[in-house]
């Protein structure tokens, strides 16, 4: 067997190995409608050792090492895992493609990245190739297959040397306030320190080694999954289970049937589960608690009583890796606590809430979130490193030596942290940020819009929901049918989450002196924008799948 180089995941997964040979490491659970796996599949750590020293060795043999980047479109499936791990271990950074990319986000991905490999499900295997081949410099494309044998690699490795806890590990896209994704490059410290978090928890969040079982409905291209319970359960021996997304109908016959011990939640889990009729399922499980954040605080306690599981909030993103967790009693669960600043030193953030000039406000008062890592020579450390290709993005995020991390909250007395707001240009629908930028700039491309606005609303289900706001070119009419052609033009465009679920056609939009938009006096303070004549709802048209 290969042994991974210290520092890298893949060596805190070969300790583990040692340790819980015969433990089960990743499991999908059986559900008749997936296309894979119905009835269910799980993997020992030792036999996934063993696969994943096959695939490091098939990649080595063609000649990928430290330096490149490898693309991965493997959606919710072990393989995501099991091929980083091996990749990991040759210095080889990973870049998971979101599998409802469209063709143009695919295409930005591919090429900011300059990934020299894609590696793919067979299914998307074609999709993915013609996109590849449209890129400035086309990668390769391998699907997934029984050998799996990749192609040469078009280079030698790009770095000489060590590979080292800086040493990039992956590349993770994350919507920015100004338009296209930015690339997160991640450490390998990252991957030691967040796994840390997670299994050092503690309170009602405290871990059982070699025992327990974590149902994490996220996507995998995400840290939460990809990276935070992943490496997590690594450190404690446990099991990752793999679900490929959060379906409502068969979500507690899924958490019985995996056998979870842990599961994790995006508001919008909460608040569909408690919609559904009572059920003998409401509590055949056997979660201790669950991992989440957003859940709305009229519904955690109601929940906690129905499910008889604690729903315990945390923070955290994806620059920063770990943050907050209320694990620890009283969690002030009617309120938006997320957790409190620990002072484990090199381990944990330090916090200061500011103004609009970086000036700090007294506790009660709100203000923007500034974290760095608390008592280390380097506050940067266990972070991401940069945004790939965007230093002036990166100098502007750690101004004054601080992370600035554009959510507003505040501290009281004691130190526990409640969530305020977010950064008024970043959607939070459903678990995903999407950048009002980037749904703008699509919208702009289309002869009828002379100017737009966009921003989030409030969504019962779904937290915020992506609004809209069309000047029309005058020769253009405002109309049902122009706001479904609208739609139709970004969803070609841009992953199905992030077209516009309402779309109102105002006259004109406030500017300041210098021709910035007002988003704030767009409507008047105590108007709701749906009700207006010519607001128009899209939102039973966002599904996942292509545009028809």
């Not at 569909?272 to 954040?293: I, T, W």
């Not at 940069?386 to 230093?391: G, P, V």
Request: hydrophobic residues 40%; contains cysteine.
């Amino acid at each position: 067997m290969m042994n991974a180089p210290e520092h890298t995941a893949a060596f805190l997964f070969d300790r583990s190995v040692e340790k819980y040979a015969d433990r089960p490491f990743l499991c999908v659970g059986p559900l008749a409608s997936r296309s894979y796996a119905p009835d269910g599949w799980e993997i020992a750590y030792g036999a996934a050792a063993r696969t994943i020293a096959d695939l490091r060795e098939s990649y080595r043999r063609a000649g990928y090492g430290f330096g490149h980047r490898v693309a991965i479109l493997l959606e919710n499936r072990p393989d995501f895992h099991l091929h980083f791990l091996a990749l990991n271990g040759l210095g080889v950074s990973i870049v998971p493609l979101n599998p409802d990319y469209r063709r143009d986000e695919s295409r930005y991905a591919i090429e900011h990245s300059e990934a020299c490999l894609i590696v793919a499900l067979p299914e998307r295997a074609k999709t993915i190739a013609d996109v590849a081949a449209i890129c400035a410099r086309p990668p390769a494309v391998v699907a997934l297959g029984a050998p799996f044998v990749p192609p040469p690699a078009p280079s030698k490795p790009p770095l000489v040397g060590a590979i080292g806890p800086r040493s990039e590990a992956s590349l993770l896209y994350t919507s920015g306030t100004t338009g296209r994704p930015k690339g997160c490059v991640i450490p390998n410290e990252y991957y030691a320190n967040v796994g840390r978090f997670y299994a050092e928890m503690g309170g009602l969040a405290t871990l059982r080694e070699g025992v327990e079982r974590v149902f994490n409905p996220l996507p995998l291209f995400h840290m939460n999954a990809g990276v935070t319970s992943f490496m997590g359960m690594i450190r404690a021996g446990g099991c990752s289970i793999l679900p490929d997304r959060f379906h409502p109908g068969s979500w507690w016959r899924e958490i019985i049937d995996s056998r979870a011990t842990v599961a994790h939640y995006l508001g919008v889990v909460p608040a569909v589960l408690m919609k559904a009729p009572p059920s003998p399922e409401d509590r055949a499980h056997g979660l201790r608690f669950c991992v989440g954040a957003g859940v709305e605080p009229e519904l955690h306690e109601p929940f906690e009583r129905r499910f008889g599981a604690p729903l315990i909030e945390l923070w955290g993103m994806t620059e920063t890796g770990g943050g907050f967790i209320a694990s620890e009693e009283p969690r002030m669960i009617h309120t938006r606590a997320f957790g409190r600043p620990r002072g484990r030193k090199g381990f944990d953030l330090d916090v200061r809430i500011v103004d609009g000039d970086d000036r700090d406000v007294p506790p009660g008062q709100q203000g923007e979130l500034l974290v760095r890592r608390h008592g280390a020579k380097d506050p940067r450390a266990g972070f991401f490193v940069e945004y790939l290709k965007d230093s002036a993005a990166t100098t502007q995020a750690w101004r004054g030596g601080w992370f600035h991390t554009g959510d507003v909250v505040r501290q009281d007395e004691t130190g526990m942290l409640y969530f305020v707001d977010r950064n008024k240009n970043i959607i939070r629908r459903s678990g995903e940020n999407i950048a009002a930028a980037e749904v703008e700039a699509a919208l702009l491309g289309h002869d009828a819009v002379a100017e737009v606005a966009v921003m989030a609303v409030a969504d019962d289900l779904r937290e915020e929901e992506v609004m809209a706001c069309v000047v029309p070119r005058a020769s253009h009419q405002a109309s049902p049918a122009l706001a479904r052609e609208l739609f139709d033009f970004v969803n070609a465009k841009l992953a199905y989450y992030k077209p516009p679920g309402w779309i109102v056609f105002v006259t004109s939009l406030p500017k300041t002196s210098t021709q910035k938009v007002q988003k704030a006096e767009i409507f008047p303070k105590n108007q709701d924008p749906k009700s207006l004549p010519d607001a128009f709802d899209l939102r039973a048209l966002k599904r996942r799948g292509n545009p028809s």
